[in-house]
């Protein structure tokens, strides 16, 4: 395929960021807003530090999208291409309140908003595409990253569990760690250095942070969606470490 046949302007990829950055916006705050209604925004200990986090992360997903992300609201009008840095650091910010379980959560509503960002994924690498020196790398990556999205362990509040504050204090560091994990790839991935995603320290903290996440949670339910994603991401991980070493 040559350059001139793959023309993906930077601006849909923008509109898909937008409409992610919307949907998920929308969903979280819906959710808070009938919490508070309902007078559950401070219900218990759970409920009152989800509620924190989540605001805290909408809020700073707001301030970032407002004050430093100008390239990106100019790209929507194909203007300016966008600072896909702050883009992607932005949409991690705001990932962090996605994951977690919050009363009134519309999980169909969330998935629909991350369709838009791995679509955005895809758009990026077709763009990239042409200038990649490892095509088969990029794609591979991509696919890669893209499973272990799915395998960050969302927050749920589980009080049955012997140890469960515990539990959810393991809970919230295993998410925070791996959306920072993912937020890195993400970003290296839009500024043209996705090639080779497969990187050991996100793969170990996924690896061990669900391993833990899951065994600790056995008792009350086994988390089907986290392992299937998990053991994916592991066999990715290893096969293509085998043929990228293949391929040098």
Known sequence: MTKSKVKIPHAVISW???????????????????????????????????????????????????????????????????????????????LVSGMIHTEYTIPAIQFASYGMLIVAMILRAVQLMPESKNRFGLW???????????????????????????????????????????????RRLFLGRGDNLLLWIPFVIMAVGDAVVLWMGRTAEVNAFVLIFAALSVILFIIGKIIFAVRK
């Not at 819906?30 to 809020?59: H, K, P, Y």
């Open 140 to 186: 591979y990556s991509l696919i890669y990253l893209t499973v272990f999205s799915m395998a960050i362990p969302v927050v749920y509040k589980h009080y049955t569990l012997t140890n469960a504050t515990l539990f959810h204090i393991i809970e919230y560091c295993v998410m925070f760690a791996l959306v920072f994990s993912f937020t890195f790839m993400l």
């Open 16 to 94: 898909f960021f937008l409409m992610y950055f919307l949907i998920l916006f929308a969903e979280r705050l819906q959710s808070l807003l009938r919490a508070v209604s309902a007078n559950q925004f401070f219900m218990d200990t759970f409920e009152s530090v989800a509620s924190m986090i989540v605001s805290l992360s909408l809020l700073s997903a707001v301030v970032l999208l407002v004050l430093f992300n100008k390239p990106f609201w100019k790209s929507l009008g194909g203007k300016a291409e966008p600072d896909y840095a702050m883009m992607t650091v932005t949409a991690g910010v705001i």
